[in-house]
């Protein structure tokens, strides 16, 4: 489903949501552009291309990656996740992120965590729906935005088998 397709009042399960392939990663390009204020690098789309079907794109995009944590779990780190102005209200963000909580949980991955601008309330209420909690606050985390001071946002998924 491209940008400009379908109207405002279509529901959230109607929309198709497509990985990221070399083809479509000058869309990505364009989604970002018009959804956030920091520019990304080719590295982020290499690592877009990189992310199997963790990534999806549709009048919407989601990417995170895997990280690893001190002592060697893994989580996944959600990098940009936004849904285009008239999409909005309508579940779609409901959908990608259920989409990377279940594929999370199918990987025994437990803990998820994100970056948000301080006064971004939307994306802040968003999360907290999900469970999410601010962990942390980091003053000047992002260059030449204002304010440039973030939440780290997290919430643990599944807890990990313990070792017996
Ligand atoms: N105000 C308050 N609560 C909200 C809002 C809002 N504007 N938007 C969503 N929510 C909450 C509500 O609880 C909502 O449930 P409800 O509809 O039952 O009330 C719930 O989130 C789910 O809403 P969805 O319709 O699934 O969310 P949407 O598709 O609108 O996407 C998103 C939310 C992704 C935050 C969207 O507003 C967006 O793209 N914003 C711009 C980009 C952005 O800031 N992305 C996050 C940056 S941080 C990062 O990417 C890691």
């Known amino acids: 489903?491209?940008?400009?397709?379908?109207?405002?009042?279509?529901?959230?399960?109607?929309?198709?949501?497509?990985g990221v392939r070399d083809k479509n990663v000058m869309q990505l390009?364009?989604?970002?552009?018009?959804?956030?204020?920091?520019?990304?690098?080719?590295?982020y789309y290499a690592d877009a291309l990189?992310?199997?079907d963790f990534t999806r794109l549709g009048p919407s995009r989601l990417l995170p990656a895997l990280d690893l944590k001190e002592g060697?779990?893994?989580?996944?780190?959600?990098?940009t996740l936004g849904v285009l102005a008239p999409y909005r209200?309508?579940?779609?963000g409901t959908?990608?992120?259920?989409?990377?909580?279940?594929?999370?949980h199918k990987q025994n991955i437990w803990e998820i965590y994100l970056h948000v601008q301080t006064n971004n309330d939307d994306a802040i209420a968003f999360y907290k729906k999900f469970g999410f909690e601010i962990t942390d606050t980091i003053r000047n985390?992002?260059?030449?935005?204002?304010?440039?001071?973030?939440?780290?946002?997290g919430k643990v998924i599944a807890q990990p088998h313990a070792k017996k």
Request: charged share 15%; proline share 4%; with cysteine.
């Open 1 to 18: 489903m491209g940008a400009g397709e379908g109207g405002g009042e279509m529901a959230a399960a109607a929309i198709s949501l497509d």
């Open 141 to 153: 985390y992002y260059m030449n935005i204002s304010p440039p001071d973030c939440y780290v946002l």
């Open 72 to 79: 060697g779990a893994i989580c996944v780190y959600i990098m």
């Open 89 to 92: 209200g309508l579940g779609v």
């Open 29 to 43: 390009k364009k989604f970002n552009t018009a959804l956030f204020p920091v520019r990304y690098n080719d590295k």
């Open 50 to 52: 990189a992310s199997g």
């Open 95 to 104: 959908k990608l992120l259920n989409h990377v909580l279940d594929l999370s």
